[in-house]
């Protein structure tokens, strides 16, 4: 059976993959940045990388904020492992708004009667065409953030 696409890894592995394609992509970047990273308990890390500047492709300056829970699992000893649970990447255009968001299913516990129906699910908001569009996304197929930092700098 191949690996699912978003999988346990290395605690490590994890943190300098995110980190990696911060600097891969720096050359679209106003300036360098990193992930912020917030251990709110033994098992919950968030990780967090705001105010990103890019410039597209297209020469548009766009906003991208990219929020990250992470959940730990620390059952063998010195070998922590990773796995996002939820996330959001947004790209907006400063002054405009929202162009292109990708967002995880709330949590249960979060949920009530008046969430609306996308919120069930991984999904897309859309905004490029200047309405938006909300598209469910299969539960393993969300992109990476080096994904998302792709059809930002190709699409918007």
Same mark, same amino acid.
């Given at each position: ?31 360098? +940045?990193?992930?912020?990273? *917030? /251990? ?22 766009? %906003?991208? $904020? !990219? *929020?990250?829970?992470?959940? !730990?699992?620390?059952? !063998?000893?010195?070998? @922590?492992?990773?796995? *996002? ?7 907006? /255009? ?31 908001? $859309?905004?490029?065409?200047?309405? @938006? ?11 990476? +953030? ?8 190709? %699409?918007?």
């Amino acid at each position: 059976m191949s690996p699912r696409k978003h999988d346990w890894a290395s605690l490590q592995t994890y943190l300098n993959a995110h980190e990696r394609v911060l600097r891969h992509y720096s050359r679209y970047m106003d300036h360098p +940045v990193q992930y912020k990273h *917030t /251990r709110v308990t033994e098992n919950y890390l968030v990780l967090e990388c705001l105010n990103i500047m890019f410039t597209t492709y297209n020469g548009t300056k766009v %906003r991208v $904020d !990219i *929020t990250k829970d992470v959940e !730990i699992d620390d059952s !063998i000893p010195n070998r @922590e492992r990773a796995l *996002t649970f939820g996330y959001s990447y947004n790209a907006n /255009r400063p002054g405009v708004g929202n162009l292109l968001r990708y967002d995880s299913p709330d949590p249960e516990a979060a949920r009530g009667p008046s969430t609306p129906a996308h919120h069930y699910f991984h999904h897309k908001h $859309d905004w490029s065409s200047g309405t @938006e569009v909300i598209v469910k996304v299969r539960d393993d197929e969300w992109p990476h +953030v080096d994904q998302f930092f792709q059809e930002v700098l190709t %699409r918007l």
